[in-house]
């Protein structure tokens, strides 16, 4: 886990001299914006927008994404990669396009973990496209604003609030399937961390919606 206080560079890390603004709370967050080498990062096991994907193969596949994560982060990652690839293809088939074209215009969030939790789908696309043109460093690394958790006092609830807010509460209708967004809903209510109106407003719904 990174620390505000390490030289981050000495993790391949590079500074860059952007900030990206997070609502966290009540308040928003001003968090440093680094470019990050993929091969320290890794997928949100708990992405809301293929949660019927990933239970799916956890039912239905001898994988245990769990104790891959712990075991081997790189297989771990090339198996969110498919997930996240296979669910929405077309869509991300122009991203990578996009990306290809014009380079990574939207900014990400990661966790000091490496856990990337906005942007998953530009994580992927880059992912493809570095293992396409290995020698482009355009492609080599996901530009990101890293949260600093422990440094912050950032809650495992504010991390999930704003994970709802980008997941689903960004005008994303066409972007989710609604039963992946029930799925995640029903289960953060069952945990107890959230009841129907604080969900409702980080994902700018009616509670009776």
């Known amino acids: 886990m990174w620390s505000k206080n390490d030289n981050l560079s000495n993790y391949g890390i590079k500074y860059t001299a952007q900030t990206k603004p997070i609502p966290l709370g009540n308040t928003t967050h001003e968090a440093q914006v680094f470019e990050i080498p993929l091969d320290k990062l890794r997928y949100n096991s708990n992405n809301g927008r293929i949660f019927m994907e990933v239970n799916k193969l956890k039912t239905t596949s001898s994988i245990d994404l769990k104790q891959l994560e712990s075991s081997d982060v790189d297989e771990f990652n090339k198996e969110f990669e498919k997930l996240i690839w296979e669910s929405e293809k077309d869509k991300n088939e122009y991203t990578k396009n996009n990306i290809k074209q014009f380079g990574q215009l939207e900014i990400g969030v990661v966790l000091?973990?490496?856990?990337?939790?906005?942007?998953?789908?530009?994580?992927?696309?880059?992912?493809?496209?570095?293992?396409?043109?290995?020698?482009?460093?355009?492609?080599?690394?996901?530009?990101?604003?890293?949260?600093?958790?422990?440094?912050?006092?950032?809650?495992?609830?504010?991390?999930?609030?704003?994970?709802?807010?980008?997941?689903?509460?960004?005008?994303?209708?066409?972007?989710?399937?609604?039963?992946?967004?029930?799925?995640?809903?029903?289960?953060?209510?069952?945990?107890?961390?959230?009841?129907?109106?604080?969900?409702?407003?980080d994902v700018h719904k009616k509670p009776s919606d």
Request: aromatic residues 14%; glycine residues 4%; hydrophobic residues 35%.
């Open 112 to 201: 000091s973990d490496g856990v990337v939790v906005d942007g998953n789908r530009r994580f992927t696309c880059l992912r493809k496209l570095h293992e396409e043109y290995p020698q482009d460093e355009r492609f080599a690394y996901f530009k990101a604003a890293i949260l600093f958790t422990e440094d912050d006092k950032i809650s495992k609830k504010d991390i999930k609030k704003y994970e709802f807010q980008v997941q689903f509460g960004r005008d994303k209708e066409v972007d989710y399937k609604a039963v992946n967004f029930a799925m995640s809903i029903y289960q953060e209510v069952k945990s107890g961390e959230f009841t129907i109106p604080e969900i409702a407003e």
